[in-house]
T-cell receptor, first 115, second 117 residues
């Protein structure tokens, strides 16, 4: 069966520090991978998605970046965190080619607090 | 571009009451999918239902039912005889059937449901 792992679960970082959140999927190949952010009162905002290794689409311009170094690994990064980067970050996947009709499977999320 | 509106930010009901969560969507595509997800206090998002644009038949699953009306671009979700365990944030989402087949889901802002014992 497929599983998605996301870590860490919680993170407190000072403003200006770097960020690296990791997400891995097991039990499937060539998944679509997504990073969403949930900030208070703003629902779920799509940040990045990837349809393959090295292929990243950015939905919202900001100081965050994403990379996909391996087929089932998706990394969210920042060189310098801002206070506004605080939020709940969710990684998700669904089968390649089924992005629009297949449900997303979500990880447990990372709660990031920038102080 | 697609858009999903959940006008109800928060709803509180007493246990055993029925409650309807509204979802209105916008899309220019004729092929699209609508989804509902539940986010309990623990944080993970749980998939509840998927409906494609060509199937307007309403669906019932236990205490849950969904009313899809293309004429009003709505996909409302009703919980019958609500229970405390139904307390969660509920998200409606939409994806369009793009030519590439890779169209990410767009979510509404969610409705926080509190069921009081």
């Amino acid at each position: 069966s497929q599983t998605i792992h996301q870590w860490p679960a919680t993170l407190v970082q000072p403003v200006g520090s770097p960020l690296s959140l990791e997400c891995t999927v097991e039990g499937t190949s060539n998944p679509n991978l997504y990073w969403y952010r949930q900030a208070a009162g703003r629902g779920l905002q799509l940040l990045f998605y990837s349809v393959g290794i090295g292929q990243i689409s950015s939905e919202v311009p900001q100081n965050l970046s994403a990379s996909r170094p391996q087929d089932r690994q998706f990394i969210l990064s920042s060189k310098k965190l801002l206070l506004s980067d605080s939020g709940f970050y969710l990684c998700a996947w669904n089968p390649l080619g089924d992005a629009y009709n297949s449900p997303l499977h979500f990880g447990n999320g990372t709660r990031l607090t920038v102080t | 571009a697609q858009k999903v509106t959940q006008a109800q930010t928060e709803i509180s009901v007493v246990e055993k009451e029925d409650v309807t969560l509204d979802c209105v969507y916008e899309t220019r595509d004729t092929t699209y999918y609508l989804f509902w997800y539940k986010q309990p206090p623990s944080g993970e998002l749980v998939f509840l239902i998927r409906r494609n644009s060509f199937d307007e038949q309403n669906e019932i699953s236990g205490r849950y039912s969904w009313n899809f009306q293309k004429s009003t671009s709505s996909f409302n979700f009703t919980i019958t005889a609500s229970q405390v365990v139904d307390s969660a944030v509920y998200f409606c989402a939409l994806s369009e059937g793009g030519n590439s087949g890779n169209t990410p889901l767009v979510f509404g802002k969610g409705t926080r449901l509190s069921v009081i014992a």
